[in-house]
């Protein structure tokens, strides 16, 4: 869906119209009311608000079961680890990637101390 000149309104101007721009927005056109030049909200109907929220879910949704079978696909595959297993490999990679990080800052701290 595009978007008009007239749909983009000023703040100053949807507080002083903002009865025209709700019946407006209620007969199917979204507003987006500006603030100092930028996009600040949007003025739109309340049954096309709670739609774009179910399309939302049904999105989340989606890419819940399309985890859940690429789980499926692993488990099938064999590419699944012990739960015990698997934390003890992150916790591994953790202390790994925190000594590094520990060795990276340690010529910067020494100087910081003689300086």
């Known amino acids: 869906m595009g978007f008009f000149a007239s749909d983009i309104v000023p703040f100053t101007q ?9 019946e407006q927005a209620k007969a199917g056109s979204e507003k987006i009311i500006t603030k100092n030049g930028e996009s600040y909200v949007a003025l739109i109907d309340a049954d096309r608000l709670d739609y774009y929220h179910r399309l939302e879910r049904e999105r989340i949704h989606l890419l819940l079961i399309a985890d859940a079978e690429r789980g499926l ?19 591994q990679r953790r202390s790994g990637a925190a000594a590094k990080s520990a060795r990276r800052r340690a010529p910067s701290e020494a100087k910081k101390k003689r300086g």
């Open 14 to 22: 949807a507080r002083a119209n903002l009865s025209e721009l709700a």
């Open 73 to 91: 696909a692993d488990i099938t595959a064999g590419r699944t680890y012990e739960a015990d297993a698997a934390i003890a490999k992150l916790q």
